[in-house]
């Protein structure tokens, strides 16, 4: 199973920037399907965005126009930049990768805006 690791998380103030980084032990170029979600206290694990093999997206409502999603099949690893960042961006963000074979979870990395 490839194994996933996030990084570039961390505390930010409102209208910052951050970009994260989902790193893969393997080649990603199988993975139909990549994806950031995130889960604040208190509340379900929800979707941000995710990226196809064909470089289709789909992000959701609140962080369109703000959030960027970019894949490196070369590099194995997804990127999620995240600019104009509000305090109810908040939350653990986990990277997730799919193929047919394969449905992998990275340990997930904190983001907290706030001033």
């Known amino acids: 199973q490839v194994q996933l690791v996030e990084s570039g998380g961390g505390l930010v103030q409102p209208g910052g920037s951050l970009r994260l980084s989902c790193a893969a032990s393997?080649?990603?170029?199988?993975?139909?399907?990549m994806g950031w979600y995130r889960q604040a206290p208190g509340k379900q694990r929800e979707l941000v965005v995710f990226?196809?093999?064909?470089?289709?997206?789909n992000y959701a409502d609140s962080v369109k126009g703000r959030f960027t999603i970019t894949r490196d099949n070369a590099k194995n690893t997804v990127y999620l930049q995240m600019n104009s960042l509000k305090p109810e961006d908040t939350a653990v963000y986990y990277c997730?990768?799919?193929?047919?074979?394969?449905?992998?979870w990275g340990q997930g990395t904190q983001v907290t805006v706030s001033s």
């Open positions: 997730n990768g799919r193929s047919y074979e394969d449905n992998s």
């Open positions: 393997g080649s990603i170029f199988n993975f139909y399907y």
């Open positions: 990226i196809t093999r064909d470089g289709s997206t």
